[in-house]
């Protein structure tokens, strides 16, 4: 009796949340989940754990997963059994579907008694395991064993995913990331219910992946001169330097960095990025490329050869594969052959992207292919590749898919578009018919800095966690039955080492998860950020980089008549507090807090800020020089 009381008093007690109140028992789940509902009480880890759960292999890493957090921080012995009467945790798996949950869905279930995960499938299980992770203290992330209260806030939790494609795609072209890198990449990424990397392996910097019949790609194609500053300004290297920076994935590599992910429910999309973007895969066979001297180039090691202007892209050296030479189908059968072989996923990423059209416009073999083809532009030179290559992905089993350039002069038919350059292409091409990833710049563009270019490492462009926050894969404008999901994209030209990586990658990661994965309804930015903090908190327990930029101000500048200028400072998040100084020395909580808009003195050198909340400094020193005041005012340099 007094068993079915507490029973009902946990029910009538429970509490419905709308978004999660980390106020109520500290519940910060990243993704939303779709409904938690806290009941009273809390389940006390006891320091005998014991996991009961099937045998099945897909099941290995979710109860790896509970054996090491439970275990290792806690001090705790866990046991994994086949059946026991008395379980501290328990995965099953349904018998009969539960219709709600599809594939990747669960219930977990936090009691005083215990705990239960059920899920139709083993990815289910997966994140189940995940989302009860996020429940305990942060120091469940941490390899020390703590002697803390580990316990749980009570809670029934319903979660599947939005979207059946949550994609992060790491581009180890630009920068060659090794196979643990990568592995590393996968771990963090799966806390957060993205099941999908897309691995950039090729581009003008390096071909990363073995291709046993063509050697040269990757003996030759992966390596480029080391440099270190502003990739994109470097002198072009003389023929002295040594090129022995990059490297590459051997056939052995992918495929256990395959298993690896698979074993952690994410697919790998290979993309191999043509005819533009192909300067490494000129090198390596000259033959490709429809310039004459094309023998004579290197594979790029950043420095300045595209122009982005509005009559198009001009590339300083033709780094495109011929559409009018067989040659470039035969090698592309090739690497697709082994491509396909390699990569079980059911797609391959062909491109497509900024592909230069400077050198076809003045090659006889592309005039000749015009004429023979009846194509009146380069766009549609560029669709009749595709085309082509379509047929040579789908001759290996796969479906293709390419960057949304691919739209242009006519998409193949059952081409599948990766919409970058804004929402766009993505529209359009679901208007017609195709399947649509959405990955635009405005929301989903990891490479661009995350504040203000005052103290980010610069890149042309700045994307805000609050604006990433803002992404919907499928806006209601669409048919989103052929939006199949969204991603983020997160280039490395400027990115050299792991902790740069996961700077990048994160906070804004996190909001793209909640883009893929949770209710359009129940998603808001405060109650987003709130979730946040306590996960940048469980970061520094891990020892995982992220960005702080969204404690920093958000300026504005305007020049006025008198050509003095005036600078508006702005928050992100509520509840900080900006302070300022003009005369060189360091602001703190005692130094003016910025409430208007502020005229910058005459002959002031700089402009220093940094925020707080309440005493505590949250931002980073911003140190503006004048000069830069003045530019950012007059519309000159408004980037640096
Ligand atoms: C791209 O960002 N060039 C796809």
Not at 382 to 397: A, L, N, T
Not at 457 to 476: G, I, K, M
Not at 553 to 578: C, H, N, R, W, Y
Not at 589 to 612: C, G, H, N, R, S
Request: charged fraction near 25%; include cysteine; aromatic fraction near 12%.
């Amino acid at each position: 009796m007094k068993k079915l009381l507490g029973l009902v008093c946990c029910s009538i007690l429970a509490l419905n949340s709308f978004g999660q109140n980390i106020k109520d028992g500290g519940i910060a789940i990243i993704p939303e989940p779709v409904t938690l509902s806290k009941t009273v009480g809390e389940f006390v880890l006891p320091k005998k754990v014991i996991i009961v759960t099937s045998t099945q292999p897909e099941l290995k890493q979710a109860i790896a997963l509970l054996h090491d957090r439970l275990s290792i921080p806690t001090g705790s012995h866990v046991s994994v059994l086949n059946s026991s009467a008395v379980a501290t945790v328990r995965l099953i798996l349904n018998k009969k579907a539960d219709t709600v949950l599809g594939k990747e869905g669960y219930r977990l279930s936090v009691t005083k008694k215990g705990i239960i995960i059920r899920a139709n499938e083993p990815a289910g299980l997966f994140y189940g395991a995940q989302t009860l992770v996020q429940l305990f203290p942060k120091e469940i992330v941490g390899n020390i064993v703590k002697n803390i209260r580990w316990v749980s806030p009570c809670v029934q939790i319903t979660d599947y995913p939005r979207f059946k494609w949550r994609g992060l795609m790491f581009d180890v072209a630009r920068h060659f990331f090794t196979k643990a890198e990568v592995e590393q990449y996968i771990d963090n990424m799966v806390k957060y219910k993205f099941n999908l990397l897309h691995m950039h392996l090729t581009d003008d910097e390096g071909w990363r992946v073995e291709i046993k019949s063509l050697p040269r790609l990757t003996t030759v194609g992966a390596y480029n001169v080391k440099k270190v500053g502003y990739f994109g300004t470097f002198a072009a290297p003389g023929p002295d330097e040594p090129r022995t920076y990059g490297g590459f994935y051997t056939q052995d590599d992918i495929r256990e960095l395959v298993q690896y992910a698979k074993e952690r429910f994410v697919n790998i999309l290979p993309e191999i990025d043509v005819p533009g973007h192909s300067l490494a895969a000129v090198v390596a066979y000259p033959e490709l490329s429809c310039t004459p001297g094309a023998d004579q180039y290197h594979v790029r090691s950043g420095e300045k050869f595209m122009e982005f202007t509005k009559d198009g892209i001009k590339a300083g050296i033709d780094n495109t594969l011929c559409p009018a030479n067989e040659k470039v189908y035969d090698f592309l059968d090739k690497v697709l052959t082994e491509v396909a072989q390699l990569f079980p996923f059911g797609y391959i990423h062909m491109g497509g992207d900024e592909c230069a059209k400077n050198f076809w416009e003045k090659s006889p073999e592309i005039a000749a292919l015009m004429q023979k083809e009846g194509l009146k532009t380069q766009e549609e030179v560029q669709s009749y590749f595709e085309k082509r290559v379509e047929k040579i992905v789908e001759s290996k089993g796969k479906k293709f898919l390419g960057w949304d350039e691919i739209l242009e002069g006519g998409i193949a038919p059952d081409a599948i578009v990766m919409s970058w350059r804004g929402m766009k292409g993505g529209i359009e091409a679901a208007k017609m018919g195709h399947e649509v990833v959405m990955s635009p710049t405005t929301f989903a563009y990891l490479d661009y800095m995350n504040g203000d270019p005052a103290i980010e490492p610069h890149v042309y462009e700045t994307l805000r966690l609050s604006r990433a926050y803002e992404f919907d894969p499928a806006p209601d404008s669409v048919n989103s039955k052929l939006i199949i999901g969204g991603q983020a994209n997160l280039w490395t030209e400027q990115v050299y080492n792991v902790r740069h990586l996961e700077y990048m990658t994160w906070p804004r990661a996190f909001a793209i998860s909640e883009a893929v994965w949770s209710p359009k309804s129940r998603r808001n930015f405060d109650d987003f950020f709130s979730r946040v903090e306590k996960h940048f908190d469980r970061f520094n327990v891990a020892e995982t980089k992220y960005a702080p930029s969204v404690y920093d101000p958000i300026f504005t500048f305007k020049s006025l008549p008198d050509s003095s200028v005036q600078v508006e400072m702005a928050t992100e998040v509520k509840g900080l507090d900006i302070h300022y100084s003009f005369d060189n020395s360091f602001p703190d909580q005692f130094y003016p807090k910025y409430t208007a808009p502020l005229i910058v003195p005459k002959e002031a050198a700089m402009l220093k800020v940094i925020t707080y909340r309440g005493d505590k400094q949250v931002g980073r020193m911003i140190y503006l020089p004048a000069k830069m005041l003045k530019d950012r005012a007059t519309g000159k340099n408004n980037n640096e």
